[in-house]
């Protein structure tokens, strides 16, 4: 079936770094994804989307490129800051309406 | 952003209870989804609905039953509460199917089962 794994966290880092965050995901066709993020105490909520291959999703300075080659849908971001720290998942559609998340992968930055 | 309530917010329950969470969403979204998150887990599908009165199982359906009788209102039922139900429990909507559009999560519910 349907799979995403994404990075073992839990991820440190001082604030203006780099990040990336890996996801790969197992399926048949060419399924939608997407990231979400949950911030402490809240509901998940959408942070960027990518439908088919090739495709670079963006928002709040997150990207992440649908890599068909790679079955991968990376995120990163150039500079953190520390309201950036949250859980972030990978998720991929399965065909029409349902979701399929990966495990999260909780995200501190530093001051 | 969609309105979606869960109530209640927190419930302690004693193992053999049932207990009901409820979902409320004023988008008039037609699909709504009913998740629990565990660490390591992620989130696993429990129940959803594509429509009123029209619900399917998820990938982790066992010991729980949900109805819709109307559009905005979403219920999730624990028949007899385990501690291995112990739990976040996240509702969302999506007005259509979700390739292309996103779910709106609730809150979330926290469920002790002691």
């Known amino acids: 079936g349907n799979s995403v794994t994404q990075m073992e966290g839990p991820v440190t880092l001082s604030e203006e770094a780099f990040l990336t965050i890996n996801c790969t995901y197992t399926a048949t066709g060419y399924p939608s994804l997407f990231w979400y993020v949950q911030y402490p105490g809240e509901g998940l909520q959408l942070l960027l989307k990518a439908t088919k291959a090739d495709d670079k999703g963006s928002n709040k300075g997150f990207e992440a490129t649908y890599r068909k080659e790679t079955t991968s849908f990376h995120l990163e971001k150039g500079s953190v800051q520390v309201s950036d720290s949250a859980v972030y998942f990978c998720?991929?559609?399965?065909?029409?309406?349902?979701?399929?998340f990966g495990q999260g992968t909780r995200l501190t930055i530093n001051p | 952003d969609a309105g979606i309530t869960q109530s209640p917010r927190h419930k302690v329950t004693e193992t053999g209870t049932p207990v009901t969470l409820r979902c409320h969403q004023t988008e008039n979204h037609r699909y709504m989804y009913w998740y629990r998150q565990d660490p390591g887990h992620g989130l696993r599908l429990i129940h959803y609905s594509y429509g009123v009165k029209d619900t399917d199982k998820g990938e982790v359906s066992d010991g729980y039953s949900v109805s819709r009788s109307k559009t905005e209102d979403f219920l999730l039922t624990l028949e007899s509460a385990t501690s291995s139900q112990t739990s976040v429990y996240f509702c969302a909507s999506s007005p259509q199917a979700v390739s292309s559009y996103e779910q709106y999560f609730g809150p979330g519910t926290r469920l002790t089962v002691t």
């Open positions: 998720a991929l559609a399965q065909g029409a309406q349902k979701l399929v």
